[in-house]
């Protein structure tokens, strides 16, 4: 899992992103996500604009990188 963060981390830094906020926009992103299931990409870009994030807009590979990174960590029990 820790190259699929590395990925998403290099992803976001490249598109401008300063690193310092790339936790947070993952977290809206995964947060609108989860709560609105059948947005749209564009529509899903449209709640992230509302919440602050106008300089970075999410592509269909970013999102699917991160609900895979959110679903492969919410699956991960720790060995007893």
Do not use: C
């Not at 906020?21 to 947005?39: K, Q, T």
């Amino acid at each position: 899992m820790k190259h699929l963060i590395r990925a998403l981390m290099i992803r976001l830094a490249g598109k401008g992103m300063e690193v310092s906020d790339i936790p947070a926009y993952i977290r809206n992103v995964a947060n609108s996500a989860i709560a609105h299931p059948m947005l749209s990409l564009e529509q899903l870009n449209d709640e992230l604009r509302l919440l602050g994030w106008e300089n970075v807009d999410l592509d269909d590979n970013t999102l699917q990188l991160i609900l895979t990174i959110f679903q492969s960590d919410s699956a991960y029990e720790p060995s007893k």
